[in-house]
């Protein structure tokens, strides 16, 4: 029988798309056998590299993917009474505003499980069991730190930023500081409700500050902000400086059970990225979709060897109808 050979070669985000069986997953996590999907191009699916990427060799082949698709937000409007999310001030807490969280349909603290948050411990777990190696195999300190960059603006990095650190934050056995190194756009503190004031970019420049003073303790259990600070235009000499070193070593000895995640600013766009991959031990790349062409992918990740274990996440993807992940497992059908 005569095989056709095909008009071009499938892309790389098309071959990730199709090494994931989505359905055997499911069933795994969940008891619900959904539907086998079909090999469909990668406006159908959405995937999470789970296995390290070694730049500038990209070879995604045998990669593994996990799923965050965007129709599973957090429910808005008033589901979530005010006793469930909204813990008692302690007073030296900072209060995040889960109304926000909920409106921007991000994971919400205190709230019932829903299929976003699901996803997002599938994402954490494989983040948490690398991390083991790391510190095993490498660096203890980079083991601890984790930078989410993206190859554009307006992919979705800092939403998974801080859905990322809302999903560690909820682990029994460790503390996680969000730290806000995106420094020419920052936008973490606004989107959890809070007031912005000094942070990493004035510990960087002036040697007197203690940069733990600058650390914003929330209400959510675990959970610690550092924003970006006052902005200058030696931001990438900042990060660059030796004067880092000592303020992330500050860092994680203020607190051992502490994990970093690193907001920075888009690889393509600013310099920074590639400066703070060097200090990290993990990176999770953020590539959207409908919009991040292939091309940018492999820049992306050229600029971040500095890295040797870069994740993929792959953004704002809808998933083939019927073939709902999480979303009939917690109640949230499609009628």
Same mark, same amino acid.
């Given at each position: ?115 976003? $948050?699901?996803?997002?411990?599938? +994402?954490? #777990?494989? /983040?948490?069991?690398?991390?083991? !190696? %790391?510190?095993?195999? &490498? @660096? *203890? ?100 400086? $030796?004067?880092?070193?000592?303020? +992330?070593? #500050?860092? /994680?000895?203020?607190?051992?059970? !502490? %994990?970093?995640?690193? &907001? @920075? *600013? ?70």
């Amino acid at each position: 029988m005569a095989v056709t050979k095909p008009d071009r070669e499938p892309s790389l985000l098309e071959r990730a798309a199709k090494v994931y069986d989505f359905g055997a997953h499911a069933r795994a996590r969940t008891g619900v056998v959904p539907p086998v999907l079909p090999e469909t191009p990668v406006a159908d699916t959405r995937v999470v590299a789970t296995e390290p990427v070694t730049a500038p060799a990209l070879d995604f082949t045998d990669a593994t993917f996990l799923a965050i698709p965007e129709e599973l937000r957090a429910p808005v409007g008033d589901e979530f009474t005010d006793e469930v999310y909204y813990p008692e001030d302690s007073g030296d807490t900072a209060r995040i505003d889960r109304g926000m969280l909920a409106g921007n349909g991000m994971i919400v603290p205190g709230a019932p499980v829903g299929p976003l $948050a699901e996803e997002f411990r599938l +994402i954490k #777990r494989q /983040l948490l069991i690398a991390s083991a !190696r %790391i510190a095993e195999s &490498d @660096s *203890p300190d980079k083991a601890r730190m984790i930078l989410v960059c993206s190859a554009r603006p307006e992919d979705g990095k800092t939403f998974c930023a801080i859905n990322l650190a809302l999903s560690i934050a909820a682990e029994r056995d460790t503390e996680v500081l969000l730290v806000d190194a995106d420094v020419a756009k920052p936008d973490i503190v606004k989107q959890l409700g809070l007031i912005d004031g000094p942070g990493l970019l004035d510990a960087l420049g002036d040697s007197r500050i203690d940069v733990e003073d600058m650390v914003i303790h929330t209400d959510v259990p675990h959970l610690s902000i550092l924003p970006a600070g006052t902005k200058t235009a030696m931001d990438t000499e900042l990060l660059a400086s $030796a004067r880092t070193k000592v303020v +992330i070593a #500050r860092l /994680l000895v203020a607190n051992p059970r !502490r %994990i970093i995640i690193i &907001d @920075s *600013p888009p690889a393509l766009a600013a310099s920074a990225a590639s400066v703070l991959a060097m200090r990290v031990g993990q990176v999770m790349l953020v590539v959207r979709a409908d919009r991040t062409p292939e091309s940018e992918l492999r820049a992306a990740v050229n600029i971040l060897d500095g890295c040797e274990h870069i994740q993929l996440v792959l953004n704002a993807v809808s998933f083939v109808q019927g073939g709902a992940r999480f979303g009939s497992y917690y109640g949230q059908e499609s009628s």
